[in-house]
């Protein structure tokens, strides 16, 4: 049980990590251009997007998808508060300087890039049928067929 938390809160500090490196790079790279900041989040969103498809990919093969669904949440809820409450103040900002519209964008835009990104990932394996459900299923078909048929007597 360990182990199932000790990932989870890895992938939530890649994720925030992720997050940091961003709001670094913008604020030391760029603290003027708009247009600049606007790609380096783009990328931060990317990025993330291709890290959760990643896990996705790789959890879901070992996982049921409820099990699954849980511990990406629980990752995803994790990094977003961290990067909505703490990631503004490691670059020196307020989390709620900006306006509640800034704020909830954030959270918005963050949401849909995560869940762009598990989505991608479980529909690559789904559809390679690698996912754990077709490997279960894959597995009661071999056990079924492998078994000699039962002579009826009448």
Request: glycine share 12%.
């Amino acid at each position: 049980m360990g182990q199932r938390w000790r990932a989870v809160g890895v992938l939530a500090a890649a994720l925030f990590a992720v997050n940091v490196v961003a709001r670094l790079v913008t604020r030391f790279a760029f603290p003027d251009d708009d247009a600049a900041s606007d790609r380096v989040s783009l990328a931060m969103f990317l990025v993330i997007g291709l890290i959760l498809a990643g896990v996705a990919f790789r959890w879901g093969a070992d996982r049921p998808l409820g099990r699954l669904a849980g511990d990406l949440a629980a990752a995803v809820g994790v990094a977003l508060a961290l990067t909505v409450f703490v990631g503004p103040l490691v670059v020196g900002e307020n989390p709620f300087g900006g306006g509640a519209g800034l704020f909830f964008a954030q959270i918005w835009l963050y949401l849909a890039a995560t869940a762009a990104g598990v989505l991608v990932g479980y529909l690559i394996l789904t559809a390679l049928g690698r996912d754990y459900r077709s490997r279960q299923l894959k597995r009661y078909a071999e056990m079924k067929r492998s078994r000699p048929r039962r002579v009826v007597r009448r």
